[in-house]
């Protein structure tokens, strides 16, 4: 099993910056990609970002490209999501996930999610 709690999310105007952060525990020695998902209010969960164990494939939504920059300290078992120029549309509760590293499909593990709301 593994843990996953995120941190980093609040208040910040548009334009503004936050940096999420993802702490794993638990079985954490196995190699495991992560990846970042949002859901806003009435919407379906989406996924923003992903990152393979290795951090040399890494992948975007399109809506976030060049604003969002995710990365990963395997030392420290956490990953993170620098997001900048942030916008209202933003904002929603961002969830860190992690599968096993080769998988395509489908996240095994969830963290409890951060709320990020972008003030116009």
Known sequence: QVQLVESGGGLVQAGGSLRLSCAASGRTSSAYAMG????????EREIVAA?????????????????FTISRDNAKNTVYLQMSSLK???TAVYYCAAR?????????YWGQGTQVTVSS
């Open 88 to 90: 209202p549309e933003d």
């Open 100 to 108: 096993i590293d080769g998988r395509t499909t489908g996240y095994d």
């Open 51 to 67: 990152i393979r164990w290795s951090g040399t494939s890494i992948s975007y939504a399109e809506s976030v490209k060049g604003r």
């Open 36 to 43: 970042w998902f949002r859901q806003a209010p009435g919407k």
